[in-house]
C-alpha cells in the first residue's frame, strides 16, 4: 500500500468523523459564532477521500479534539484548531524538533513536534494563533504545549512553548532538545 492510500478514510470513518465533529460543534458554538455546520460539512465532503480528513482524523486520534476556530474569508477556508482542554495526550513529552532530537544523547523522546505535524499534515499553533485559540476558552491550564519558534531563536538553540495560568497565556522558552511529560503541542488544519 502506498503512502497515499495510507493517509485515506474509509466511508465509515469519514461518518464517524463527521459525527464527532459535528457534536463539538455544536456544544461550543462560542468558538465559531455566524457559522453553520452544513456549510462546513459540505466543504469536509468535497475532502473525501483527501489527506486533508486524514489529518483531521488524526488530530482527533491524538487527542487534540479539532473544532472550527475561524473562517478565512480570502480563502473560503475554515481553519481547525486542536481545542483539548490540556495539550493533546498523544502528543507530549516531545522534543521541539529534528535537530533537537538528534542532539540528544541519553533518554531521547520517541519523536519531536515540528516532525510530527509535518507527517500528520497540520502546521503548530504560532503564537498569535495559540493567543487566539486563549481567546474561544482556557487551554492548557495544567500543561503547556510547544508553539512555531522564530529562527532567530532556535538558531541559538531554543525554542518557545505557551501555557494559561492565572488567566493569563505566558509565553517562555526552553532548550529545543527539552521535553516533558506535560507538554505537548497543538496544530492547526485549513480546509
Not at 463527521?18 to 457534536?23: C, G, M, P, T, W
Not at 532530537?101 to 504560532?126: C, F, H, Q, T, W
Request: hydrophobic share 30%; glycine share 8%.
Amino acid at each position: 500500500m502506498s503512502d497515499n492510500n495510507k493517509k485515506k478514510l474509509t466511508t465509515a470513518q469519514q461518518d464517524s468523523l463527521f459525527l464527532v465533529l459535528k457534536s463539538r460543534f455544536e456544544k461550543n458554538m462560542n468558538r465559531h459564532e455566524g457559522l453553520e455546520w452544513t456549510k462546513v460539512l459540505v466543504k469536509l465532503k468535497l475532502q473525501a477521500g483527501g489527506e486533508k480528513l486524514w489529518s483531521l482524523n488524526e488530530m482527533e486520534r491524538t487527542g487534540g479534539e479539532p473544532d472550527v476556530a475561524d473562517y478565512d474569508k480570502k480563502t473560503g477556508e475554515y481553519i481547525f484548531y486542536d481545542c483539548s482542554p490540556e495539550s493533546p495526550n498523544g502528543r507530549r513529552s516531545y522534543c521541539y524538533d529534528r535537530e533537537a532530537l538528534n542532539s540528544r544523547k541519553e533518554n531521547k523522546p520517541k519523536d519531536n513536534a515540528v516532525d510530527m505535524a509535518g507527517a500528520m499534515g497540520i502546521e503548530i499553533l504560532s503564537e498569535d494563533e495559540y493567543r487566539a485559540l486563549q481567546r474561544l476558552g482556557n487551554f492548557d491550564t495544567k500543561t503547556s504545549s510547544w508553539i512555531k519558534t522564530p529562527p532567530r531563536i532556535r538558531k541559538l538553540g531554543g525554542a518557545v512553548f505557551c501555557d494559561r495560568r492565572y488567566d493569563t497565556v505566558f509565553l517562555y522558552h526552553n532548550g529545543a532538545e527539552s521535553y516533558y511529560a506535560a507538554r505537548g503541542f497543538r496544530g492547526s488544519l485549513r480546509v
